[in-house]
DNA sequence: AAAATTAATAACCAAAAGGTTATATATTTA
DNA sequence: TAAATATATAACCTTTTGGTTATTAATTTT
């Protein structure tokens, strides 16, 4: 199965979900395990709807699933989306330090040449 | 060396020059070499100040590299950043990936299970 | 020297992002 | 049942983003 990077709005979703500190710092407190909302907005100065949109950016780029239990919202970290960004980074940036360390070997192996 | 991934500002520019289409495909087509600007604007149905705007971007996040030849801008992909931005995806993915496994593993253990 | 080419910059615009306060809804606790 | 708690939604504001056209600057080609 070839990935089809091309084109893909998910990308858009997910790149942009983790462009946010506030965010990235709520995934990264994830990677304890499923939390509620109120536990999870703590570590943040600002409003409770701030930390509700917050959270609907991470759920429309499929990053998080949200499960109720009476009034609490508890949320998990969903895997596949941010492997799928880890994925496209990591196809290209093989052919980026390829370049880029070649042209190192290249300039290494020209130190002393004469103009 | 630990690599410090909190309140990294560096993540913000770098996810966010990631979130769009124009910037991914003119990072993918970098993956080929450097290339001058008006190559590089090739394939997109936008204003040549438009594509300036998104080398911008790319440029202030550190993911890609100017120089000029005469009249020509010559543009290359550096890899590092995109790499830490890869990095810490995969630092993450590592944890919401074994809790998401490990709560499947669970539910197929227990599936029999009267209530 | 004049024309063409490559690219940047300025000024503008509409939509999106990230925040706020006020209010509403559901559930739980006292 | 009344109060407290957890969360969402609406309305609003400011800044950022992604685009445009018009213009400018530098270099190359004719």
Known sequence: MVINFENNENLDLIFGALSDATRR?????????ETN????AAPYAMSQPAISKHLR????AGLIARSRRGR???IKAI???A????????????FWRQQFDDVEAYLQANKGDTK
């Open 25 to 33: 710092g709520m995934l990264a407190q994830l990677s304890d395990g």
């Open 37 to 40: 909302i109120t536990a999870l």
């Open 57 to 60: 950016v991470l759920e429309r």
């Open 72 to 74: 609490d919202h508890y």
């Open 79 to 81: 895997p596949g989306p």
């Open 83 to 94: 492997e799928e960004a880890g994925g496209w980074i990591a196809y290209y940036a093989k």
